[in-house]
């Protein structure tokens, strides 16, 4: 009986789960600035908080997605102006990828537009309770990478 109840709640979680990424990307994608993906926004996001250049690897490794897959977003992105490649000095094989003025700037529009979504939610939730439910999450996280 045990081990039924405990598969409940791991189904009942990973449903949750998988329902809130859906309608979290979907509210998303429907703020977002004009042509702008949430990966673009992700990517954009990640390079302007940590203010350095990163490789296309890295950046793959940091959002557990395939290399291609990296490489197609970062090629949109350049495609727009809104990051910066360039070989890397040390490693001529390598890439190294930064944001650019007009990426930080998209990536600002970005934050303005999604920014009253989130706040609404939080608000509607209480942020007591968002804020209580962040280090199951980050707990979750840190166990799915590895």
Do not use: C
Request: proline letters at 3%; aromatic letters at 4%; zero cysteines.
């Amino acid at each position: 009986m045990e081990e039924t109840q405990s598969n409940s709640l791991a189904v009942a979680l990973f449903s949750e789960i998988l329902t809130n990424d859906q309608l979290i990307r979907s509210r998303l994608s429907r703020v977002l600035p004009k042509g702008m993906e949430i990966s673009h926004f992700a990517v954009l996001n990640h390079l302007a908080r940590t203010g350095e250049e990163r490789s296309p690897a890295q950046l793959a490794k940091s959002f557990h997605v395939t290399r291609g897959a990296m490489t197609n977003t970062l090629s949109k992105l350049e495609w727009a102006g809104y990051v910066h490649i360039r070989p890397d000095w040390e490693d001529a094989r390598r890439k190294m990828v930064s944001i650019s003025r007009s990426g930080t700037m998209a990536r600002d529009a970005a934050l303005l537009a999604i920014t009253p979504m989130v706040s609404e939610l939080i608000a509607d939730l209480g942020e007591a309770r968002v804020r209580s439910s962040l280090p199951v999450l980050r707990e979750l996280r840190a166990k799915l990478e590895g």
